[in-house]
């Protein structure tokens, strides 16, 4: 990847990039989208929305195991964070590891009130 094509990721403000991230997100342009929060998450990784996005990209791109990161990374500063919780065990899910999903799919429903109705 030259320097001008990683230069254009990262141009612009923290919140020009977000704006531009979340612009590449919604036009499902998902891989972009990663590639313009890595910095945007390096730089605030404090904030979870850039993360979460960034998350989301990742699976929406079928970059799992990067998704897995960085979500386990929000539920460990957030343990009640249900959409982190969520897209965690809809990631394990879909790299097969079912066992390990239910865990997070059942704290996420519980989160969000989803109760089994008795």
């Known amino acids: 990847m030259d320097t001008t094509y990683t230069t254009y990721y990262a141009h612009g403000t923290p919140a020009e990039r977000w704006e531009r991230a979340q612009q590449f997100f919604g036009a499902k342009e998902y891989a972009t989208a990663a590639q313009v929060l890595v910095g945007l998450v390096e730089e605030v990784p404090e904030q979870t929305g ?6 989301r990209a990742y699976y929406h791109s079928a970059q799992l195991l ?3 990161t960085e ?14 919780r969520l897209m965690l ?14 865990p997070h799919l059942r704290i996420a ?10």
């Open 50 to 55: 850039p993360r979460l996005l960034l998350a």
């Open 66 to 68: 990067r998704a897995e």
């Open 71 to 84: 979500l386990r990374v929000i539920v460990e500063r957030d343990p009640v964070e249900h959409y982190a």
């Open 89 to 102: 065990g809809r990631t394990l899910e879909r790299q097969g590891r079912h066992e390990e999903a239910g």
């Open 109 to 118: 429903s519980a989160l969000a009130g989803d109760f089994p109705q008795e």
